[in-house]
């Protein structure tokens, strides 16, 4: 993906945010493609200035459409967080361990990005430190909201800024 202009990494910065607000390991950000549903761009922050997730497969994403899921390695969890690792599908925990394995975390939590009635991705935050649990879900998805609204507006100004360039060629 390329930022243009005056707005560089626009979703990086908002994707780092978030991992430095959660205290998280890695902050991962995937965002479908509009038409066709289907893996679009991806952003992560693991607070080394590591912002290139080339080598993720879109085969180990949990789909854009799926609730909430929580992973927790056994090495992790206590006997009473065993609930909090059944939350999600089976395969859409199934992906997240898998994903939680490639990028080095023990705990991880996923969002949809809903605006509305329309999925825009998905938020994915992860952490050898924290134990994500069901009481994660509503704050992490109250702020995956708000990160819809801002990255509208990234998107916006990103193609206005694009557009604007053309216009001066």
Avoid at 12 to 22: G, H, K, N, P, Q
Avoid at 35 to 50: H, T, V
Avoid at 100 to 118: E, F, H, K, Q
Wanted: glycine share 8%.
């Amino acid at each position: 993906h390329a930022s243009l202009g005056w707005l560089p990494n626009g979703v990086d910065a908002l994707c780092e945010m978030f991992r430095a607000s959660l205290h998280a390991d890695i902050c991962l950000i995937a965002l479908t493609d509009d038409e066709l549903q289907s893996a679009g761009q991806l952003y992560m922050a693991n607070g080394a200035g590591a912002h290139s997730p080339r080598a993720l497969s879109a085969r180990l994403m949990v789909r854009a459409s799926d609730g909430p899921a929580i992973y927790m390695s056994s090495d992790a969890r206590g006997t009473d967080e065993q609930i909090d690792a059944e939350v999600g599908s089976d395969e859409a925990r199934r992906r997240l361990a898998a994903l939680a394995g490639m990028l080095r975390v023990s705990s991880m939590i996923t969002v949809p990005l809903s605006d509305g009635d329309r999925c825009i991705g998905r938020l994915y935050v992860g952490s050898n430190k924290k134990r994500y649990s069901s009481r994660d879900i509503l704050p992490i998805s109250r702020g995956a909201r708000y990160a819809c609204s801002l990255i509208a507006s990234i998107r916006l100004t990103e193609t206005l800024a694009k557009e604007r360039s053309e216009e001066r060629r």
